[in-house]
Structure formats: structure tokens, C-alpha cells
T-cell receptor, first 113, second 114 residues
Framework: DQQVKQNSPSLSVQEGRISILNCDYTNSMFDYFLWYKKYPAEGPTFLIS?????DKNEDGRFTVFLNKSAKHLSLHIVPSQPGDSAVYFCAASARTSYGKLTFGQGTILTVHP | DAMVIQNPRYQVTQFGKPVTLSCSQT?????MYWYQQKSSQAPKLLFHYYDKDFNNEADTPDNFQSRRPNTSFCFLDIRSPGLGDTAMYLC?????????????FGPGTRLTVL
């Protein structure tokens, strides 16, 4: 039973345009959501997070939107750059779960010059 | 730079031959996690330590064990690896258990069981 799903295995975007990566979850106990970025041969690195008390969090070119009623979150990257090409993982946590993260399968983002 | 280090980066072992993967951290975090990530799948939590307290996920096979001799080091022992244990193994740390704390990951050990 996959509680966090990223339904798009890959996304291809032109440099300078917007990248939108999507994530759905099923567990209503999740109340904290994170995005991680992973380059080949490296571990995932934290990108941005959002608490369930918010519906938007912004950090530079990266914005995460949370729609609790739809159990959906998205990561917007504007403008996209070739260096953003990586695998993006959505992860979710519940306050009661000792910080355990449940990950989605990841979306491979390719930004073309 | 404070970091999470995993050794070795690549490990090849034979079916049934025990293997140990190592993780060390200079972040002085009290929680350490081990994840298994198979090809094109989500990282899956195997277990974690909160200080010396060991917490096993319900579906982690008995074949997988862990040791944390001190705050800085954590080991993953696979007693009798099977072909299905071929995967990337990721170690992560965080400052505290519970609440909202990001996890910091090492580069992973890619294990191949032949």
C-alpha cells in the first residue's frame, strides 16, 4: 500500500520555463511534507518543506503548494535551470511517527538548455 | 563540513555471505535511519535509532540487523543476503525524533548480491 505517490516517473522542461512536480498521499495523519532532490551517486538532499497548517511555502525559485482536502502537493520551480535536472522525491511525515519519512517513487526532471 | 559518510560506496557479495555496511556522522544528531531503495522505487525505512533505542519497522526482514556502538556510528548487517537484497542502502540522520526535523542523507552504498 503506497501512501505517497508520484505518478509521473519523468518530466522534461525547457530552460527558463516552469517545472511542476506532483505528489499525492493517502494517509490523513501526515502533517509535514518535504521535497528532496537527488543527483546520481549522491544521497537525497533536502530542498523545501511545508507544514499542514500552511498551503504555500516559498524559497527562492522553489515553491511548494499543499491542498489538504485533495491530499495533494506540488513543487514549482521557476525559472527552471539545467542544474535542476535530478530526481525529486516527495516525502511525508506524521508528528506521531518518530520523524519517519514515507517517500514517493521519485520524478526524474530533465531541464533542456 | 558536517556530514553523513557511508562506506563502502559499492559492495558486491555472494548469495548467503554476510555483509556489513557502515555509516558515520559528524552532525552529532541523535537519530540515525537506514533506508533500502530498490531500482525506480521509493526509499523504504528499515529501522532507526533514537540514541540507543532501536526501532524496527514491522516489515523489515529478520535478515537485517543494526548496531549503533556510539552516537557517530551505525552499522547495517545483512546476515544472509539474498538476490532480492540488491539495492541502494541509504543512511540518514536527524536532530530529534518526532516533530518536524529534516533528515540528512549519506551518499548511499550500492549493494549487489550475486
Amino acid at each position: 500500500d503506497q501512501q505517497v505517490k508520484q505518478n509521473s516517473p519523468s518530466l522534461s522542461v525547457q530552460e527558463g520555463r516552469i517545472s511542476i512536480l506532483n505528489c499525492d498521499y493517502t494517509n490523513s495523519m501526515f502533517d509535514y511534507f518535504l521535497w528532496y532532490k537527488k543527483y546520481p551517486a549522491e544521497g537525497p538532499t533536502f530542498l523545501i518543506s511545508i507544514s499542514s497548517i500552511k498551503d504555500k511555502n516559498e524559497d527562492g525559485r522553489f515553491t511548494v503548494f499543499l491542498n489538504k482536502s485533495a491530499k495533494h502537493l506540488s513543487l514549482h520551480i521557476v525559472p527552471s535551470q539545467p542544474g535542476d535536472s535530478a530526481v525529486y522525491f516527495c516525502a511525508a511525515s506524521a508528528r506521531t511517527s518518530y520523524g519517519k519519512l514515507t517517500f514517493g517513487q521519485g520524478t526524474i526532471l530533465t531541464v533542456h538548455p | 563540513d558536517a556530514m553523513v559518510i557511508q562506506n563502502p560506496r559499492y559492495q558486491v557479495t555472494q548469495f548467503g555471505k554476510p555483509v556489513t555496511l557502515s555509516c558515520s556522522q559528524t552532525l552529532n544528531h541523535n537519530v540515525m535511519y537506514w533506508y533500502q531503495q530498490k531500482s525506480s522505487q521509493a526509499p523504504k525505512l528499515l529501522f532507526h535509532y533514537y540514541d540507543k533505542d532501536f526501532n524496527n519497522e514491522a516489515d523489515t526482514p529478520d535478515n537485517f540487523q543494526s548496531r549503533r556502538p556510539n552516537t557517530s556510528f551505525c552499522f547495517l548487517d545483512i546476515r544472509s543476503p539474498g538476490l532480492g537484497d540488491t539495492a541502494m542502502y541509504l543512511c540518514a540522520t536527524s536532530r530529534a525524533s518526532g516533530g518536524y526535523n529534516e533528515q540528512f542523507f549519506g551518499p548511499g552504498t550500492r549493494l549487489t548480491v550475486l
